[in-house]
């Protein structure tokens, strides 16, 4: 408890730390998300396989669905050029990852469900005090990066791919543990 308190005053990067700032910033996404209308579903914190992965948030509504990727860097100043995530200078695999996700997500999702569910990967940046640019957007349309406050209306904003009947099976196939296991 001692150490904790030491590392929030001096700033300190332990795991507990890094625990906190990722749940910080997926309930700061999950408030955003609440805030849609009665068309979307919602699903958070979703277990995929064996390995203990997950998605931060499984969306499902008019514009279609959507694995979304909460990445909450306070401090820090974003740049993404294609298929090129920067934190502070530095490349990480944020674009990569959130492409398998989305693909992993639509084939256990039309496995289950019994038609094609194309599934659109979504990093939603929370934080990013000393800049956010998004000179382009990732390669392929497969993986969109938006701010936390720009994710509502990104997805309101997505033409209409499905119809209720096709939200409410999809919704109901995703919140079954046994879709996600392999």
Not at 23 to 35: N, P, T
Not at 68 to 81: D, E, L, R
Not at 143 to 172: C, F, M, N
């Amino acid at each position: 408890m001692v150490r904790h308190m030491f590392a929030r005053v001096f700033d300190a990067k332990t795991d507990e730390r890094a625990w906190r700032i990722g749940a910080d910033g997926e309930q700061a996404v999950g408030d955003q998300l609440a805030a849609l209308d009665a068309r979307w579903r919602i699903l958070h914190a979703v277990r995929v396989g064996e390995r203990g992965a997950d998605i931060d948030h499984v969306v499902i509504g008019p514009g279609g669905v959507f694995t979304v990727n909460s990445k909450n860097h306070p401090k820090a100043s974003i740049w993404v050029g294609g298929d090129t995530f920067m934190v502070n200078g530095s490349r990480v695999p944020y674009i990569r990852n959130s492409r398998h996700e989305a693909r992993r997500a639509s084939r256990l999702l039309a496995e289950h469900v019994g038609f094609p569910v194309p599934v659109t990967g979504v990093i939603a940046v929370v934080g990013a005090r000393r800049g956010f640019t998004v000179k382009n957007q990732p390669r392929d349309g497969a993986v969109t990066v938006v701010t936390r406050r720009g994710i509502r209306r990104y997805l309101t904003s997505q033409p209409q791919r499905l119809g209720l009947r096709e939200i409410d099976a999809i919704h109901e196939v995703a919140r079954r543990s046994t879709t996600w296991q392999r």
